[in-house]
């Protein structure tokens, strides 16, 4: 059974960075589709970034291009979410999730992942 663990949240200024971790079981991370998604106080969850199983590209949304990185560490089977100039509208619990993605949308891993962690807080102050 596939299983995912985030951690490393926290309070962080704005400006300020943070790496979050997701750990995971039952899967490897090298070749499996692997989503972080985010969702603020009264708001939907939304996609953040992820990386394909199909093609191994990496997509993210435009809210966090060019401030958040992924990258994956195949001997922990750990993936990272790297969160630079975060700013207030960042705030959110964010959830890493795996699962076998959608083709019939795009990016087809912002899709169709059915595994989920249970999320870590990440408060940006100003």
């Known amino acids: 059974e596939a299983q995912v663990v985030e951690s490393g949240g926290g309070l962080v200024q704005a400006g300020g960075s943070l790496r979050l971790s997701c750990a995971a079981s039952?899967?490897?991370?090298?070749?499996?589709?692997i989503g972080w998604f985010r969702q603020a106080p009264g708001k939907e969850r939304e996609a953040v970034a992820c990386?394909?199983?199909?093609?191994?590209?990496?997509y993210f949304a435009r809210a966090v291009q060019g401030r958040f990185a992924i990258s994956r560490d195949y001997a922990k089977n750990t993936v990272y979410l790297q969160m630079n100039n975060l700013n207030p509208e960042d705030t959110a619990t964010y959830y890493c999730a795996t699962g076998w993605e959608n083709g019939v949308y795009y990016p087809p891993c912002f899709y169709g992942m059915d595994s989920w962690g249970r999320g870590t807080l990440v408060t940006v102050s100003s």
């Open positions: 039952g899967f490897n991370v090298a070749n499996s589709a």
């Open positions: 990386i394909s199983r199909s093609n191994g590209r990496q």
